[in-house]
């Protein structure tokens, strides 16, 4: 250590030397009785005070707790002349240029008594100092955190002013780096009011922020929510021109999406830019974010493009960002090339990119290549997630394919992944749209056991009872609902209220709909829809109406599916002129009618055979600027064919093909059996082939239409043919296709083949009913074969099958052309025993049979 060199004049000694040697004196008499008693302690003490520094520079940036001092002789500092608040500026000021002396000597003055360390100009003066150097300034930092960190000292507000005033006092230089550190200090520990005091200040004083500083705060504040003291500091340094960079933009924009002011982030962007702020790639990105969270997929692309302009390779994050939003916009195209563009930037391929593709690919049908991908994850190295799992679940149960959804529901539970309720419900809603109501309760079943089953999952399985008519099995779920603590919500409601309407029973519906304010729930416009529509199903157009006038009195506004119900409702009750009435109301009060509304009137006035008004509101719609859809032209063509008008309905469809609307197969289907019974059966085949070429399949309806068409022109081979291609194509034939083949083969007396038909009918659990019969015994008798006719009535009546009057009269013109009178006379009985009433067919046979006893001519009644 060295030995400290005293200067030879007490007028240079410095200050800290002369309060180290007044301290030194006062205690000295004390303890001179000591050291007289044990001289070699006051050897000791001189020694140590020769050889050891007086004050270490390292050791005089430690604060001396004043407890730990004697002050037994000290004076307060207003006593001693040498250290009142003015000298104590004066010897600071002396050492100007000497930061390290004046932060020394200012260290040992705030021991003393009475000093006021951080509200007098002796702290102003050495911060201003200390500043001034840039070896120093660290110190002055660590001053300014003290007092923020200190619980007793003064305002932010006063240290401010007191550094402002001591400038002007003392001739320092208003320097900006002393302010940014009290604005710091203050941040740190949370002082945001005084710094926002300060900030305040400062601009008020055109004292430049740091913008690092600045941004601090603003980032401080958003975190505490004050974005309302955030967006006004903001504003008031662009209005005032201070400067600031894409950071502060970045905090500002971050900002906005905690309150969800995703325009006025993108107005802050736009508006940096315009002003020629050095935007970062960072910015750029969360712009994109923006963006895609306001579905805006040219602006997010443009970005993206501006980014690989700037040379910067954009991030994972906002490849990302911008293909998810391609996925829900069903721009498929462009998302598959931005994953190709992320990888040859060199970014590894995800799972969210891969999940966020295969829901693109499944939700355009596309089913095929989602499954492709999926099997490729483990190429990419990728472990699907329950979310990969749900989404793929989701799109083979929406697609149709339930046994894939039910093959990777297993492989998800085999890899230890639990199904969540999105699960569940996914396949609870995949077996029921396809009519497995056992898989679909199993599945529910399992939800609740494991305690997932929510409102939705109930919600699904009542709904599809009540639109299966099953309300008991629908109230059964609903009370295990509630017995469940599951608490209904306006959508099961609904589904009851539904289900009921549906089934006409209004009571029941109308009690669900009073009990609505008990759960808390309010009725909405789908609520007074159903019950609109259930008044009109029952015939009740006046209840019908005062339910809608309920509705507009609760506020709720009509939507036009509303508006629809009730003109379709209207238009089936045979009040064309009220329904038209009321979408000429709907038009003057400046709702716009959608197609729907006119498709309901032109089918009202289709049923009634007024062509001449069909066509009037067709043309009103084209007029009004709506376009005509696929249903429009259907209800037309098929009006059109009912009525026999089949040239109006070429040309109808001679339309769509020139409007270039794409035809559904309801449209093939009703031309078709237009066609067919007018036994035109050459065009109705043309339409037939056309169906494919456009891409479309065949449905039941079609290929019961042709067959009955063949069967008209008693080509049954071309019918059988066809029989044949439909169960190739896996359409299921049905009562109609068997009862039309029955009937074709018997006329053409092939009792074998309509035989096994029946036979075979019999085996897929399909059960005739009164025409079928009909067909059988009219058959049977028309080719002489009474007796086994006779045996088809007795299998009816086994069955408690009543005949009707119809069977009886082929039956009793059967054996009176065979001569049989007397069994002919005893199913006469036999028809009255059961109730049945003769017609006017009846008597003719019997008196006919009774005078000639020649072959009676058989009708038939039978749909053609």
Known sequence: MKTLVLPSSSSQIPPWLILFCRRHLCTSSISSSITNQHPQISELSHSDSLEKPI???????????????????????????????????????????????????????????GFLHTKSDPFFVLLHILVSSTMHQHKAQRLLDNYAFSDSGPSATVI???????????????????????????????????????????????????????????????????????????????????????????????????????????KLFKDAKMSGIKLDAGLYSLC????????????????????????????????????????????????????????????????????????????QGNLSNALDLFDKLAEYGLTPNKVTYAVLIEGCCKNGNIEKAVEIYRQMKLAGIKPNVYVENSLIKGFLSVNLLDEALNVFDEAINSGTANVFAYNSIIAWFCKKGQMDDAQNVWDKMVDSGVVPSIASF????????????????????S????????????????????????????????????????????????????????????????????????????????????????????KEDDVTSALAVYRELCDSGISPDVVTYTTLI???????????????????????????????????????????????????????????????????????????????????????????????CDLETYTTLIDGLLKDGKIVMASDLFTEMLGKGIMPDDITYTVLVHGLCNKGQVENAHKVLEEMCKKSTTPNVLIYNTLIAGYFKEGNLQEAFRLHD?????????????????????????????????PQ
């Open 830 to 862: 036999e028809m009255l025993d059961k109730g049945l009433k003769p017609d006017d067919a009846t008597y003719d046979i019997l008196v006919s049979g009774s005078f000639r006893g020649n072959s009676f001519a058989l009708g038939t009644s039978l």
């Open 515 to 606: 009990k609505l304010p008990e759960r808390l729930l309010k009725a909405n416009v789908v609520t007074y829809s159903i019950l609109i529509d259930g008044y009109f199903r029952k015939g009740d157009t006046d209840k019908a109406g005062n339910m809608f006038d309920q509705m507009v009195s609760s506020g709720i506004a009509p939507t036009d599916y509303t508006f629809n119900t009730i003109i379709s409702g209207l238009s089936k009750a045979g009040k064309m002129s009220e329904a038209k009435d009321l979408l000429k109301k709907i038009v003057a009060g400046g709702f716009l009618p959608t197609c729907m509304s006119y498709n309901s009137l032109i089918d009202g006035f289709l």
């Open 638 to 732: 098929d009006g059109f064919c009912k009525s026999n008008n089949i040239d109006l309905a070429l040309k109808m469809l001679n339309e769509v093909r020139n409007r270039e609307i794409k035809l559904d197969v309801i449209a093939y289907a009703v031309l078709i059996d237009g066609f067919c019974k007018r036994r035109d059966m050459k065009s109705a085949s043309e339409l037939f082939d056309e169906i494919r070429q456009v891409g479309l399949s065949p449905n039941l309806f079609v290929y019961n239409s042709m067959i009955s068409g063949f069967r008209n022109v008693n080509n049954m081979e071309a019918a059988l043919v066809l029989r044949d291609k439909m169960i190739n194509e896996g359409v299921t």
């Open 160 to 266: 401010f002013n007191g550094l402002v005033n001591s400038c002007k006092a003392f001739d320092f230089e208003l320097n900006p780096r002393v302010f940014n550190f009290l604005i710091n200090s203050c941040v740190k520990v949370n002082r945001l009011t005084d710094a926002i005091d300060c900030f305040n200040r400062m601009v008020e004083l055109d004292i430049m922020p740091w913008i690092p500083i600045m941004n601090k705060l603003l980032k401080a504040l958003v975190r505490q929510d004050m974005i309302g003291v955030v967006r006004d500091l903001y504003t008031d340094v662009v209005s005032r021109g201070i400067c600031y960079d894409c950071r502060t933009v970045h905090i500002l924009m971050s900002a906005c999406l905690r309150e969800g002011k995703m325009e006025e982030a993108v």
């Open 288 to 363: 994109v974010y923006v963006a895609c969270k306001e579905q805006n997929l040219s602006f997010a692309l443009e970005l993206l493009g501006e980014m690989k302009d700037r040379g910067w390779v954009p991030s994972e994050g906002t490849y990302v960002n911008i293909l998810s939003t391609c996925v829900k916009q069903r721009n498929m195209v462009e998302a598959l090339r931005l994953k190709d563009e992320m990888l040859s930037n060199g970014h590894p391929m995800n799972l969210v990119v891969a999940t966020s593709l295969m829901k693109g690919y499944h939700v």
């Open 494 to 513: 609904n589904n009851m209220i539904l289900g009921n309407c549906r089934n006409g029973n209004m009571d029941k519906a109308l009690d669900l709909f």
């Open 55 to 113: 004050l270490n520079p390292q050791d005089s940036e430690k604060l001396v707790p004043l407890h730990d001092i004697d002050h037994s002789c000290d004076k307060p500092i207003s006593e001693d002349g040498g250290f009142t608040k003015n000298h104590v500026v004066d010897v600071l000021l002396s050492h100007r240029d000497d930061p390290d002396s004046a932060y020394r000597y200012f260290q040992t003055a705030r021991q003393q008594r």
